[in-house]
């Protein structure tokens, strides 16, 4: 009795550890929901900051336009050259859906002063923080959409972190025009680590 309970249990614990395989188009869904813990938002007064983590695969498929692995020799060199940074995407939007561009100026200088700082110098305002690692941002873009869009939207880089998936993620974002302070956006590495393996044929 008490063998066949021991092989159940190590029958569950090896399961838990193979982790399912999806096909592309399932695989941004997936990394896509709200519900896997890899996209998080957090509100601060009248805004909305959400964070998506990007596993490098996910990354990877959408330099190969999105839901299809077009080339798989493409793929895989496109995930050599990315391996060394960790991928986000930031996003701030407002609560009502207003502009977050225009949210609360006074004056047309004031927004000047917030689409340049959005767009030169924000980069200087975000850090990653692992354990004791803090990881400063090496790269980032602001996606303009000239408000066609509700979503100011940021893509963020930092450097690999030797901790890798082991640690949680805290991201770090020192606002400075929208006077919301400080904003903390945690992706808890248990959400990393239950990310699936993208199928690649």
């Given at each position: 009795m008490n063998r066949t309970i021991t092989c159940i249990l190590i029958l569950c614990l090896f399961s838990g550890c193979i982790k399912r395989k999806l096909e592309p188009g399932e695989y941004v869904r997936y990394i896509k929901n709200p519900k896997k813990g890899i996209f998080?938002?957090?509100?601060?007064?009248?805004?909305?900051?959400?964070?998506?983590?990007?596993?490098?695969?996910?990354?990877?498929?959408l330099e190969q336009r999105g839901d299809s692995?077009?080339?798989?020799k493409d793929f895989k060199a496109d995930k050599e050259k990315m391996k060394n940074s960790q991928h986000f995407t930031f996003t701030i939007r407002?609560?009502?859906?207003?502009?977050v561009l225009k949210q609360d100026i006074v004056d047309e200088k004031e927004l000047y002063d917030r689409i340049n700082y959005f767009s030169y110098v924000?980069?200087?305002?975000?850090?990653?923080?692992?354990?004791?690692?803090?990881?400063?941002?090496?790269?980032?873009?602001?996606e303009r959409t000239y408000d066609l869009?509700?979503?100011?939207?940021?893509?963020?880089e930092f450097e690999q972190s030797k901790k890798k998936n082991r640690a949680n993620k805290l991201f770090i974002y020192e606002d400075r025009i929208l006077k919301t302070g400080t904003v903390k956006?945690?992706?808890?590495?248990?959400?990393?680590?239950?990310i699936p393996v993208l199928k690649i044929h």
């Open positions: 998080v938002e957090k509100t601060i007064g009248e805004y909305v900051f959400g964070l998506q983590y990007k596993p490098l695969d996910y990354v990877a498929l692995v077009l080339n798989n407002t609560r009502e859906g207003k502009s924000m980069q200087e305002d975000f850090k990653l923080v692992e354990g004791k690692d803090t990881l400063k941002c090496t790269f980032y873009h602001f869009s509700p979503y100011l939207t940021f893509i963020v956006i945690m992706i808890k590495s248990g959400s990393i680590k239950r």
